[in-house]
Each structure stands twice: as structure tokens, then as C-alpha cells.
């Protein structure tokens, strides 16, 4: 079966700062990868999404993430912060579901808090 | 594009009654939409998908008696829990996918019920 696994639930960085959100995945066919944020109380927005190709995923908001196979891995990076990107942030995975529906399961999320 | 709409935003109801959540694609079709319920502070937990003009499928560990999902038109999804029990009381977010689309799917910003 498929899963995600986000390490981090919490992370603090100082705006102007890098970041990196970690993500691994467990998935027996080429995975569907995908990173959201949710700010509080919302629904889910799309950050980026990996299907296959380019390895390097541009995203929305300067976010961009990279899929290696050998780690089974997708992190998210931002090389400067905003205190805008304070949120939860979701990484996902796609697959078929046992009534052949392609669903997302997600990670637990990692909460971002920035600090001036 | 690719809006997706929740309503209500917040509801609070007595126990024992039933309440009704509607999810609408706003500029697009959706031929399959889904319900996820989160929990704070934890992730999305798909509960069911459903297709238009079809029964919905639900989870395992999902009673679909109690949560009754009606997709009757490609931009309509509804669910409705029934005898609403204090332990219902969560963040319920739909999403929707674009007829002819491949796992992405557009989240609506999520429907907070509590029952008192």
C-alpha cells in the first residue's frame, strides 16, 4: 500500500532564510507526487505536482521540489521565505484505489512558522 | 480556474439531526469528486470518491450509511452526515477532478462542523 511519510511537523525558519520540507514516499509503480499548503482554516492548494520527466518541479510562490527515485523522495525547497508562507504544508502521493479510482494519500504535514 | 466551492463554511448542530455539505466545481466539470476529513492538526483522510450519476465508494472504516455522498450533477457533490454524533464534529474538505483530468484534483475550502 501506499504512504507518505513528512518527518518534520514542525519547522521554524527566519524569513529571508532557505527552507527544505522533507517527504518520502513508499509506492511499487512510478509514483504521482504532489506538494500542497493549507493555511488556516482553508482547503489545500496546489503547489507543484511531478508525473514524470524533469526530475526539478517548478512551482507556484518560488517553491520547486525534486523527485529522486533511489531515496524515494520529494522535498520541497524555497531558497527565501516569506512570512506569507507560514502554513501547513502536505505532500502527497497517487495511486489506484481498490475500485480503481486514482486517489491522493497524503502525508501528516509539516507545520511552517516564520520568524522576522 | 479551477474553483471549488464548500457550504457551508462553519455549521454547528444538535445531535441526533442531520446536516448537508455541498461541494461545487465553479468553472469546470467534475466528473469525480471527493470527501477527505481532517481531523486538527493531522492530515486528510479520504473518506470517499464519488462519480457522477454513480454510487460513491467509500474507505474502509467508513460507515456509508452515516455519511451520505450524492453526486447528481457534474458540478454538484453533496454529503450528508446523518445523525450527527459529537465525535463528527471534524474539518470536512471535497476536492474535485476535471472530467478527463489525471490526479490533480482543486480542494474546496472546507466545511467546520461541530455537534453539540
Known amino acids: 500500500a501506499q504512504s507518505v511519510t513528512q518527518p518534520d511537523i514542525h519547522i521554524t525558519v527566519s524569513e529571508g532564510a532557505s527552507l527544505e520540507l522533507r517527504c518520502n514516499y513508499s509506492?511499487?509503480?512510478?509514483?504521482?507526487l504532489f506538494w500542497y499548503v493549507q493555511s488556516p482554516g482553508q482547503g489545500l492548494q496546489l503547489l507543484l505536482k511531478?508525473?514524470?520527466?524533469?526530475?526539478l518541479v517548478q512551482g507556484i510562490k518560488g517553491f520547486e521540489a525534486e523527485f529522486k527515485r533511489s531515496q524515494s523522495s520529494f522535498n520541497l525547497r524555497k531558497p527565501s521565505v516569506h512570512w506569507s508562507d507560514a502554513a501547513e504544508y502536505f505532500c502527497?502521493?497517487?495511486?489506484?484505489?481498490?475500485?480503481?479510482?486514482?486517489?491522493?494519500?497524503f502525508g501528516t504535514g509539516t507545520r511552517l512558522t516564520i520568524i522576522p | 480556474g479551477a474553483v471549488v466551492s464548500q457550504h457551508p463554511s462553519w455549521v454547528i448542530c444538535k445531535s441526533g439531526t442531520s446536516v448537508k455539505i455541498e461541494c461545487r466545481s465553479l468553472?469546470?466539470?467534475?466528473?469525480?469528486m471527493f470527501w477527505y476529513r481532517q481531523f486538527p492538526k493531522q492530515s486528510l483522510m479520504l473518506m470517499a470518491t464519488?462519480?457522477?450519476?454513480?454510487?460513491?465508494?467509500?474507505e474502509q472504516g467508513v460507515e456509508k450509511d452515516k455519511f451520505l455522498i450524492n453526486h447528481a450533477s457534474l458540478t454538484l457533490s453533496t454529503l450528508t452526515v446523518t445523525s450527527a454524533h459529537p465525535e463528527d464534529s471534524s474539518f470536512y474538505i471535497c476536492?474535485?477532478?476535471?472530467?478527463?483530468?489525471?490526479?490533480?484534483?482543486?480542494f474546496g475550502p472546507g466545511t467546520r462542523l461541530t455537534v453539540t
Open positions: 464519488s462519480n457522477e450519476g454513480s454510487k460513491a465508494t467509500y
Open positions: 511531478y508525473f514524470s520527466g524533469d526530475t
Open positions: 476536492s474535485a477532478r476535471e472530467t478527463g483530468g489525471s490526479y490533480e484534483q482543486y
Open positions: 468553472d469546470f466539470q467534475a466528473t469525480t
Open positions: 502527497a502521493v497517487g495511486s489506484i484505489s481498490n475500485f480503481g479510482n486514482e486517489k491522493l494519500t
Open positions: 509506492y511499487g509503480a512510478t509514483p504521482y
